[in-house]
């Protein structure tokens, strides 16, 4: 494997963490705009990734496979509780 196909594994595995975080923390900012007018978006974004990115690497490394059904799932409940800890929780500073 070359290190373009490595970029684009690499790239491959991050991008739906990426984008289920991005557009869940817009969808956040979209319906609840007054409660999280204090909250920034890429504040949400940053930490529901980060959050994303550890679920699919545990998934990855419990499973030995990328892409399964469970690390999914897991991830879209993780991006759901650092929403809500980042918007709503004791995390909203």
Known sequence: MGPLDAFWHVLNFVLPALAVASLAA????????????TVSWARLARDASLANLAVL?????LT??????LTYGAMV???????WWRGFGPGRR
């Open 57 to 61: 690497l545990a998934g990855l490394l």
């Open 77 to 83: 409940l993780a991006c759901a509780a650092t929403l």
């Open 26 to 37: 817009g969808a956040a900012k979209l319906l609840w705009r007054r409660e999280l007018n």
């Open 64 to 69: 030995r496979h990328d892409g399964r059904m």
